[in-house]
């Protein structure tokens, strides 16, 4: 699993409270990924990390902001979450070895927003 | 941009027969990765196997094995004698090389693996 929690695992939330999501690595790589699930969609990024501090925006960026403070751990926040925002969420580090770049995945966090 | 389309669904098979689940891609890169996950009920993502856009032979991790025709922009996976464990979610994904190695996957596709 190379490393990489999540947590929480589940959630449940109301409409507009804050939601923090928090994913952790313990091998100090450099990019980090969020990613969110939906049925019919596959996975779309949301965020990635490419350094500490250094965020950009994913293809579903809207109501969602991150932050990395430190190398292992990449927040991914919800400031007003909303019904839309009910999904499973993935964390995802890059590895590089050689030639190959190679995508790991975390166990992922159901959240929903009632 | 990239796109990922898989076309298919849902597909189902026999226990020990082989399958094919097929992807297209649509990119103006030249090089690139190209990768099936498998995702279980138990949700986790597992990567099955990767392909390298420059290389022209195909990839193959045990029974499974990919026809990678880069003209064609279309990567199927091919899994061979089918197991009951091979049931779950089937992500083809697209990964351009350097820069940021961003992931695009396609909608995924649900096999059933049938004793």
């Known amino acids: 699993d190379a490393g990489i929690t999540q947590s929480p695992r589940h959630k449940v939330t109301e409409t507009g409270t804050p939601v923090t999501l928090r994913c952790h690595q313990t091998e100090n790589h450099r990019y980090m990924y969020w990613y969110r699930q939906d049925p019919g969609h596959g996975l779309r990024l949301i965020h990635y990390s490419y350094g500490v501090k250094d965020t950009d925006k994913g293809e579903v960026s809207d109501g969602y902001s991150v932050s990395r403070s430190k190398t292992e751990d990449f927040l991914l926040t919800l400031e007003s979450a909303t019904s839309s925002q009910t999904s499973v969420y993935f964390c995802?580090?890059?590895?590089?070895?050689?030639?190959?770049?190679?995508?790991?995945f975390g166990p992922g966090t159901r959240l929903t927003v009632l | 941009a990239q796109t990922v389309t898989q076309s298919q669904p849902e597909m189902s098979v026999q226990e020990a027969e082989t399958v094919t689940l097929s992807c297209t891609y649509d990119?103006?890169?030249?090089?690139?990765?190209l990768f099936w996950y498998k995702q279980p009920p138990s949700r986790q993502m597992i990567l099955v196997i990767r392909?390298?856009?420059?290389?022209?032979q195909n990839a193959t991790e045990n029974r499974f094995s990919v026809n990678f025709q880069k003209a064609a922009k279309s990567f199927s996976l091919k899994i061979s004698d089918s197991q009951l464990g091979d049931t779950a979610m089937y992500f083809c994904a697209f990964m351009k090389h350097g820069g940021s190695e961003k992931l695009v996957f396609g909608k995924g596709m649900k096999l059933t693996v049938n004793p």
């Open positions: 995802a580090i890059s590895t590089t070895s050689g030639a190959y770049n190679e995508q790991f």
């Open positions: 392909q390298e856009a420059y290389k022209q």
């Open positions: 990119t103006s890169e030249n090089n690139y990765y």
